[in-house]
């Protein structure tokens, strides 16, 4: 039939392959077929609460090394006492902001909802619950608010002071920090008299 013997060996052994592989496969193609070198399919892993033989304490879940820092949580190196408030008030400054014009703007966000029902819409410290009687809080526009320095009142904010309760778990670093320009517009409005 062919010429080539060559061809005729390499063809039957083709053959010969394709038919055994066709035996070796299953027919039912409802169940699962077989699979070659199973580990590259499924993962050996360990599951997380799973004992592990490969670490000395046995668990699979490693604890934290020290100070392991979580992606995008930088941690507040300031306690909360009046002295680790005075502390970030001489070590922290405000992030610069790319725009300080429209900063007040954003800040005034944050203020208008979270510190007004105290501090009142001019941070007077006649807010609504200061009518039901909480105690009023000192006016964010006295001498004493404003000569505290950023870092400060970033830890007020974090940590609360007195009756004023923490935000540190309500607002981002981001937002504590952004509230501030407009507390220093709302004291400026006072030293101009508008
Ligand atoms: C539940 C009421 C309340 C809310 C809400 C509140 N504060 Fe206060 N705040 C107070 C009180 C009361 C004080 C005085 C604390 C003290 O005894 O020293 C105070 C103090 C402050 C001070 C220090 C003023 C000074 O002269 O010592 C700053 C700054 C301040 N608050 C900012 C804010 C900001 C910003 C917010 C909103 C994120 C806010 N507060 C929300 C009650 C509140």
Not at 120 to 126: K, R, V, Y
Not at 136 to 153: F, V
């Amino acid at each position: 039939m062919w010429k080539s013997p060559k061809l005729t060996i390499l063809l039957t052994a083709a053959l010969l392959m394709t038919l055994s592989a066709s035996l070796f496969l299953r027919s039912d193609y409802a169940a699962p077929n077989r699979e070659f070198i199973p580990e590259m399919v499924y993962s050996p892993a360990f599951a997380t609460y799973s004992g592990n033989p490969h670490f000395t304490d046995g668990k699979t879940q490693q604890t934290f090394p020290e100070g392991t820092v979580a992606r995008g949580h930088l941690p507040f190196a300031y306690g909360p006492t009046p002295e680790e408030a005075l502390r970030a008030g001489a070590e922290l400054s405000s992030p610069p902001t790319p725009d300080p014009e429209s900063a007040p703007a954003a800040g005034r966000v944050i203020f208008e909802s979270f510190c007004i029902p105290c501090h009142g819409s001019t941070g007077a410290g006649d807010g609504t619950v200061t009518q039901r009687g909480f105690p009023s809080p000192p006016s964010l526009k006295a001498e004493h608010a404003r000569s505290l320095p950023d870092g400060q009142i970033f830890h007020i904010i974090t940590w609360g002071q007195g009756n004023m309760p923490p935000y540190r778990t309500m607002l981002s670093p981001e937002e504590r920090w952004e509230v501030i320009p407009y507390i220093r517009k709302l004291q400026q409005e006072t030293e101009t008299g508008n």
